[in-house]
Structures are given as C-alpha cells and as structure tokens.
C-alpha cells in the first residue's frame, strides 16, 4: 500500500500519529499464521481408480510453508478449518504491511532525530 503523502512532509507529530495508528490497527499477535494457501488436485495412485484417467480427488486445501531444503512444505488442512486459516493468513499479510509502515515512519524519524 503506497503512501499517499510522501512522509518527508509531514510533521513529527502527524508520523507518531500516523505510526499509533498503525500500530493499533495489527490486531491480535496470537492470530499470526505466515503461509499462502492454496488448493490443489490429487492423483491418489490407486490402479484402476478415477484419477488415472484425469479425474482428479479434491480440491484439497494446504498452507504453503516456502521452500525448505529445495523443497516446499505444505500442510493439510482439513476443510473445516479452510476458512479460519484463511483469515489468520489475511491478518499476518495485514500485519506485514503495517509493520513496513511503522518501519518506514521510524527510519523517517531516525533520519530528523526524533525517535524515541
């Protein structure tokens, strides 16, 4: 999310507002889930079965955890709680993008030698 006024114009007592703000809005800590969720199809590997032939099971939801030793993790999640792990996801990306503001504010007033 751009800034919409460029921080070097604002006032020391607009950034610490602006900053307060922020800092109120990233919500509960305990809600943070780092991951992207995707849903995928499987081949089950059953002889004979329906997704031989391209008739794929799912789609079954998983939580992309990056890339570990080369390779991504990935871990089930059950349908019932899709949609939870879903918004946790959408708080934490909230969150980031918060955090980079503050950040942003906090260099701002590092560079004026207003930080507190």
């Known amino acids: 999310m751009p800034e919409e006024v460029g921080l070097s114009s604002l006032s020391v007592r607009q ?10 809005a990233l919500g509960d800590s ?8 995707i849903s995928q199809l ?18 079954y ?3 992309s955890l990056g890339r570990a030793a080369g390779r991504a993790r ?8 899709a949609d939870a792990v879903r918004r946790h996801v959408q708080l934490t990306e909230a969150a980031e993008v918060a955090l980079g503001q503050i950040s942003a ?9 207003e930080l507190d």
Not at 45 to 52: F, I
């Open 30 to 37: 305990e809600m943070t889930l780092r991951g992207s969720v």
């Open 105 to 113: 504010i906090n260099l701002e007033l590092v560079a004026r030698r």
């Open 15 to 24: 950034l610490l507002a602006r900053r307060r703000r922020l800092a109120k």
């Open 61 to 63: 939801v998983y939580l």
């Open 74 to 81: 990935l871990v089930y999640v059950p349908a019932e709680l």
């Open 42 to 59: 499987r081949r089950c590997g059953k002889a004979g079965c329906r997704c031989a032939e391209g008739d794929l099971h799912g789609p």
